[in-house]
C-alpha cells in the first residue's frame, strides 16, 4: 500500500492504544498527524474527534482514527460531520466492509476493549480496502441531508 496522510485522536480511554498505533502506521510508511490527546489525563473525546474529522474534510488527512474507551462516543461525534462517514470497529471484517460497501473515511475503536495486535489488523483492514463503488453509490448518496424525506 502507498503511504498515506492518517489523523488520529483519543480521549484517555484510548490513549495507551493511540501510542501504539501511531508508531505502527508510521513504521508502515504512513504519515500520522497525532492530534492528541498526549497524555492519560481526563479530556472530553468530542474535542479530538472533531480535529480529526476537520484534517479529513479538509483533505490534510485521507483518513482518521479515532479512539475513546469503546468507540462508540468517538463514532458518534464524528458523525455530527456530514463529510465524515465513521464507524466504530472491533474487528477487521467490519472494518473491510466499512470501507468497501460504505466507503467510511474514518474508523473508530475501543481502547479499553481491543488489544494491540487486533487493533493493528483493523487499521491494516481499513486501510487496504478499496471503496466497491457500484450499487453503493446510491445508498451512500442517501446519507447526505438533502435526501431526507
Known amino acids: 500500500m502507498d503511504p498515506i496522510t492518517i489523523a488520529?485522536?483519543?480521549d484517555h480511554g484510548g490513549f495507551r492504544l493511540k501510542t501504539a498505533l501511531v508508531t505502527f502506521?508510521?513504521?508502515a510508511g504512513h504519515d500520522v498527524n497525532d492530534l492528541g490527546c498526549h497524555s492519560p489525563d481526563r479530556v472530553d473525546y468530542p474535542d479530538f474527534?472533531?480535529?480529526v474529522c476537520a484534517e479529513v474534510i479538509a483533505g490534510r488527512a485521507r483518513f482518521g482514527v479515532l479512539l475513546c474507551g469503546t468507540g462508540v462516543?468517538?463514532?458518534i461525534a464524528a458523525n455530527r460531520h456530514p463529510e465524515i462517514r465513521c464507524a466504530q470497529a472491533s474487528e477487521a471484517t467490519t472494518a473491510r466492509l466499512t470501507r468497501a460497501h460504505n466507503d467510511?473515511?474514518?474508523i473508530a475503536l475501543g481502547g479499553r476493549l481491543i488489544g494491540e495486535e487486533a487493533a493493528f489488523?483493523?487499521?491494516t483492514a481499513f486501510l487496504a480496502t478499496k471503496f466497491e463503488g457500484g450499487r453503493h453509490v446510491a445508498r451512500i448518496a442517501k446519507l447526505?441531508?438533502?435526501e431526507f424525506a
Open 104 to 106: 467510511a473515511n474514518v
Open 8 to 10: 488520529i485522536g483519543t
Open 144 to 146: 447526505s441531508p438533502k
Open 73 to 75: 462516543g468517538m463514532a
Open 25 to 27: 502506521l508510521r513504521d
Open 49 to 51: 474527534a472533531h480535529k
Open 121 to 123: 489488523d483493523i487499521l
